[in-house]
């Protein structure tokens, strides 16, 4: 057979190019179940790292379950609209869904963690936005006066290594957020991620990385856009330290869109 | 075994390691070398890749439109590629994140494609696959090296587990934070290469 005519060479192309996606889309779509429950692994290890529950070699998805009060949605009101079933977390891939509803103006289902800390209740918000390359995202975890950051996490897709990466590695970028506040008279400002070096003494404020300035912006406009977000479910369970949380307040909300 | 399959198995080890001789692959080995686990598991990975592309495209050599061919060696590569990536996501999902884009870039290692268009079009399946496992072998090794040098002076681990005692430390020794960056890499396969043509002085240019 002539294995250089125009004939042959099409056939063959397009045979061995479904072949290919075949075995392809069969491998793909026998792995997904694992690979997703790896990256809920993940996303339930970065949540409890901002509450500050994560140790080394501890078992993620224990600890989450062990510690936690609830979980739930909230739209952009403050209201519960919906539980998370147990064990159930909102992965990037959602995040990043609910990022293009917040973009689009139109309504949005927010998860809230709630855990137990040293008996305080600690409450994790996400945060989704567009870095330089790729996506960012994170966690903030506020003390129960809803007000203070307990601790923070932040991974990314793609950011420069050694650079915008160090958003997630660099241990003292994300210690620097903690006892810092998001509100400033009473409104939600979130925290300003400043170039050059926060003023003294802002609660308000952290340092930037030097060298990343676009995903130390991104950042900073990612968290404001999503705390700003969750600024009616703020001021509704914020109370002042010290006192007992919003807990029962929010409980009983929640628990009247929950029939069983 | 004969001594053809001995030498098509041995030769890229050592006498013609690809990364050392031939010169290909340097890119990921300088970014993969950071800490063993990394580097033995892209090892594996360029293994398996370029072990069954060239068995893969021996298969089919005798069938493949020779216009085509280097399109035709891709799609194999890179289904190849794809699936070691799939599987790591599944099954070691924290390897498969700190090796992020280099197991997709497997697919630009050249060493899988100079393997194929050097031997696999004109060798017989058996033979191919063993000279792929080889050269991927060549490589690993290589990797394994030099990121067993860099892990231990840069971290003073070896897997991730501390083998410079303490009492060190407190003595003043510091870990060598030039050896976790890329530089020290090409420096150390520098010194590989170094060592291996004072050995084999045929490798001398006169």
Redesign the interface.
Known sequence: MNTNSNTYTVVYSTILVMVVAAVLAFAASSLKSRQDDNVKAETISKIITAAGLYEDGCDAKTVYSQNLVEAFLVDAAGEPVGKLAEGEVKVTSDLKAENDNIKAGKSVKLPVYKFNVNNEVITVLPCYGAGLWGPIWGYVALKPDMNTIAGVVFDHKGETPGLGAKIATEPWFREQFAGKQIAKNGEVVAVSIIKGGAPKGDINAVDAISGATITSQALDATLKIWLGQYKEYIAKCAQPAGEDCCEDECECETSENQED | MDANMKETLLKPIFKGNPITVLVLGICSSLAVTVQLQGALVMALSVIIVTGLSSFVVSLLR???????RI??QL??V??MV??VD??L???A?SVS?TL??YIGLIITNCIVMGRIEAFALGNKPIPSLLDGLANGAGYGLILVVVAFVRELLGSGTIFGLRVIPQFIYDAGYVNNGLMILPPMALILLGCVIWIQRSIQKDLQEK
């Open positions: 005798n069938t493949i439109p020779n216009r085509i399109i035709v799609v194999v890179a289904m794809i699936l799939q599987v996501k599944a099954f999902y994140k992020s884009v």
